[in-house]
């Protein structure tokens, strides 16, 4: 009977060292300095990626298309013409396309807060002509001559080509990389980069 009550005892003593255990353990978790999780950030090339097609600059542009399709009659003894005089409204949108990031083209250090960008280079990204504005100002066919009627067709075809290189020659590309650089920078500094250097590559 004695034994029984020291194994009693015992067993008394070991559940109240392991109830003990248990409510250190408990007490002091909270001050354990270990990691229990890691956070992770996404990548800066991912991140920039997702940002597709920066469209970073818009032109309006207006132009007046004079096209003529010109004829001959009677064996060339007689000049004739089919023209169009036609009034173009129209978009140019430039940018960047950041699917065309490459990994060589991000450098970060996240322990100095740095971060250094090349871009892919700013190019059109589309010219749209708004039917609604552009119009026919005048048509005219000579009398021996053949009306085409894909003449306005045509006259269009030319107004969106001539529209994309008159933004062009008006410095729509220097402005779409310019704001595309400070577009991207200031969404870098936004995920905790303090130290953002942005810079595009040129066109071959």
Known sequence: MLASARSATAAVVLLVVLVGAVLVLIVWRPFDTTPTALRSTPSVVVAVRDLARLESAEYHIERVIDLRDRQSRLFGLIRTQDAILFV???????????TELAEGDVTVDREAGSAVIVLPPARVLSTR??????????????????????????????????LEQSAVDGGILERARTNAERTIATFVRSLGYTSVSVTSRTLP
């Open 88 to 98: 173009a409204v129209g978009q140019v949108t430039a940018g960047v396309d950041l």
């Open 129 to 162: 002509l708004d039917n609604e504005r552009s119009w026919v100002y005048a048509r005219s066919t000579d009398v021996l001559a053949q009306r085409k009627e894909d003449l306005e067709t045509r006259a269009r075809q030319e107004a969106e080509r001539t």
